[in-house]
């Protein structure tokens, strides 16, 4: 039997995971009616099809994207909450860094960028009347989040989003109430279970992503030193498949008490719920426990996998160290996993100045100090929090 392919690039078309997009589209028609779902899909058929269009465009104006090297990749791994967008994005101001922005992600062929740079363009020209209407959709639709998380298409976002558009990646779930205990979709948040020709689907996408990405940069600015910046809590459960693909790959840990980041984790996902589903009324138990698991996983893989790497290959880092000492920590990360260049500066304001902008606590979802601590044990032995 041959060794199965971790090296596979989709060349011409996008692994679009057609059985568990079909399979939740019927579920919230009949649990939900029609309402709204005709604009959504449209919306994603439309965003498949300019993907799967400009992807096979490449075969011709980009057809040797998958030659270009990619130093690194630099994983941010750890659970949502952990200061890992402050880390991503102040590491993304290091000119020797390459890190995706959401409009990347969503559209990430060569040809899909260019053509998005020259509509920029041409409506700079024109005034910017199409960017300003953008603009305004964006803070009708997101601003409710931004004391949270603020996301923008044009801000450095997690890479989970590159697996949203292949319809691979538990955010199909996540983005709207009750979809967790739906058969047929729950396996969609275990990446481990996964089948490992859906992994190597998956993880093949995303090595394409990135090798774009990177041929565009290198085309518009060569340099011998970039390095690929990914972020993503989703990359905690995956670490022995990305290492197959990218045998060269670090990681930088973060780590912080679950008894602040479960909860905060489900306060977003009820925040966003809120604001996208006007008859969502509150998580239910089969909500908290669906993000429970996935927490458990998160917190517990990496302490199976990352211990096998040599140091100058993963750095754990405490999340209370990373707001409070936000230029000694890039230093020490630098450092330790010998990356090329010195790290960004940082301005004063910037030096343990994030402040979450929400609050929550166990209790409103059900959940006690003493369930996750018994759940987690052995995070809080190794981490000491």
Known sequence: MSEPDWAWLPHSFVPFKWSAFWRKQSYLVRNRGLSG?????????????????????DRVVAPNWD??????????????????????????????????TLKQMLLPSVAGQRLLDWIIRRDAKRGGPLRARMIRRQERELASIDGIHRLRLGSIEEDEFVFFVTYRTGMAITEAPSLAGVEGLSWLLDFPSWSEADQRKALGWYRACLLKAAYRAEATKPNPDRWIAGK??????????????????????????????????LSLMRTVWRARYPEFTGLTPADVE????????????????????????????????????????????????????????????????????????????GLTEADIRERLAPAFAAHGF
């Open 37 to 57: 779902r005709v604009g959504r899909v449209a919306a994603l058929m439309g965003l498949l099809s300019a993907n799967q269009a400009t992807w096979l465009a």
């Open 67 to 100: 030659r270009v090297q990619l130093n690194g990749p630099v994983f941010i791994i750890g659970h949502q909450r952990t200061g890992s967008t402050l880390l991503h994005r102040t590491l993304a101001t290091d000119p020797n860094v390459l890190a995706l």
């Open 232 to 265: 993503n809590p989703a990359f905690s459960q995956r670490i022995p498949q990305l290492l197959k693909v990218f045998p060269e790959a670090k990681f930088i840990h973060l780590v912080r008490s679950p008894i602040e980041t479960i909860p905060s984790r």
């Open 290 to 365: 669906a993000v429970v698991a996935d927490s458990a996983r998160t917190y517990l893989m990496p302490l199976r996998d990352l211990p096998a790497l040599p140091p100058e290959r993963a750095v754990t880092v405490q999340y209370e160290d990373l707001t409070s000492d936000l230029p000694g920590t890039l230093r020490r990360i630098y450092a330790q996993l010998r990356l090329p260049g010195e790290p960004p500066a940082i301005a004063p304001a910037a030096d343990g100045g994030y402040r979450s902008g929400h609050a929550y606590s166990l209790e409103e979802f």
